[in-house]
């Protein structure tokens, strides 16, 4: 049965959920690839959980570039993945926290009722979503249901680019390019709980908010150019690639490691022609130089929800948009200007 058909014969769209009869819900939707103008927001059908899925009322959902790029369908290279001729979900948004309302007969870690925040792979500025239980973990005591939904996949961007991939351990110094961003804000407190020493590069009406989230030093962009500088690096971790390859690399100890990290690139391929040379540059010298592509993990999302609970990592939230001004959010996030996240309130 369709549903269509079931909320027609008065069926529960999903067996044992309390959604108050819903058949349908608000969902910020998109038929087509483009600029934020092409998202709706509008009535669609309740989705149902697989097996091995739960259905979350969203409480908040976040917002960043790759939802941007998803968006538009460029570069080109994400519809290989998300659909060539439209997007295939159609309801754009990843991260997300809210209350799990039902959950598929093989799902046994998650109840209804309970708080959780994770990542959706088929969209999450709706009311509700349906989520693979694995991408959920409970939201700590200490996180608003806004701050949680901030965390996924900026948070697990940052904890794998400086742990898996670089490695970082106490009294290295680590330097953070765009520390006033999704990654960034994150990374800059990630690296401190690592015990490194970290410097944030930032713009000038962000630095009050780097060294609010712990950073030892804080360099203005606009005024100094940390690749001419002096200092060397043991690990960069490059969120914006404003410079050449070859001028972030001199910031670098002789064995340090450097992550170009930045999503941004050419219409077709993004980011992957940097990707390859600096994979080929690698071969040539001791310098690690390792972009990467993140990848969602329970593991690193409890480990962070750790870090949330300590205290020693926080959700900075630049803005909030209600859900009928998604489109505006979207906006917002790609004119790449945003101080820690941006957050949907369902
Ligand atoms: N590898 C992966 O799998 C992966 C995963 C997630 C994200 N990413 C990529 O990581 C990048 C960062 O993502 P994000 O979510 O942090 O982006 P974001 O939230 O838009 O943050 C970018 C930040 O950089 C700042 N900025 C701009 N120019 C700068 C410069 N020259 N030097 C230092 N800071 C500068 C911006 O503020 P001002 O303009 O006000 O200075 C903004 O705060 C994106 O390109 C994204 O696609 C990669």
């Known amino acids: 049965?369709?549903?269509?058909?079931?909320?027609?014969?008065?069926?529960?769209?999903?067996?044992?959920?309390?959604?108050?009869?819903?058949?349908?819900?608000?969902?910020?939707?998109?038929?087509?690839?483009?600029?934020?103008?092409?998202?709706?927001?509008?009535?669609?059908?309740?989705?149902?959980?697989?097996?091995?899925?739960?259905?979350?009322?969203?409480?908040?959902?976040?917002?960043?570039?790759?939802?941007?790029?998803?968006?538009?369908?460029?570069?080109?290279?994400?519809?290989?993945?998300?659909?060539?001729?439209?997007?295939?979900?159609?309801i754009p948004g990843m991260d997300l926290a809210g209350v799990v309302v039902a959950v598929g007969k093989d799902v046994t870690a998650l109840r209804p009722g309970d708080e959780v925040f994770g990542w959706s792979t088929a969209g999450a500025l709706a009311e509700y979503a349906c989520v693979p239980a694995d991408n959920l973990v409970p939201v700590p005591a200490n996180l608003s249901v806004v701050d949680a939904a901030a965390v996924a996949t900026s948070a697990m961007t940052a904890l794998q680019a400086l742990r898996k991939i670089a490695n970082v351990r106490p009294g290295q110094t680590v330097l953070v390019t765009g520390a006033s961003g999704g990654v960034g804000s994150f990374a800059v407190q990630i690296a401190k709980a690592f015990g490194a020493e970290v410097t944030g590069v930032c713009s000038t009406r962000n630095i009050d908010l780097v060294r609010s989230l712990g950073a030892d030093h804080v360099i203005d962009y606009t005024r100094t150019d940390f690749t001419r500088s002096e200092n060397r690096y043991d690990v960069i971790l490059d969120n914006v690639e404003a410079q050449p390859l070859a001028a972030v690399r001199r910031a670098l100890t002789p064995t340090g490691t450097l992550i170009p990290n930045s999503g941004r690139g050419g219409r077709w391929f993004g980011p992957l022609g940097r990707i390859v040379k600096a994979r080929v540059l690698s071969g040539f010298t001791r310098q690690l130089l390792l972009p990467f592509m993140s990848v969602g993990k329970r593991q690193d999302l409890l480990a962070l929800a750790e870090l949330l609970t300590a205290g020693q990592v926080r959700s900075v939230i630049d803005r909030t948009y209600p859900l009928d001004e998604a489109a505006d959010a979207l906006r917002y996030v790609g004119a790449g200007h945003t101080r820690g996240k941006v957050v949907i309130t369902v």
């Open 1 to 90: 049965m369709t549903n269509e058909q079931r909320s027609k014969a008065g069926t529960p769209l999903v067996p044992g959920a309390n959604l108050d009869g819903a058949a349908t819900m608000r969902a910020a939707v998109q038929h087509r690839y483009g600029p934020p103008s092409v998202i709706e927001v509008s009535d669609v059908g309740l989705p149902l959980p697989g097996q091995g899925d739960v259905l979350v009322r969203v409480g908040a959902a976040s917002v960043h570039p790759g939802d941007y790029f998803v968006m538009t369908g460029e570069p080109y290279m994400v519809r290989l993945v998300y659909g060539l001729r439209r997007p295939r979900h159609g």
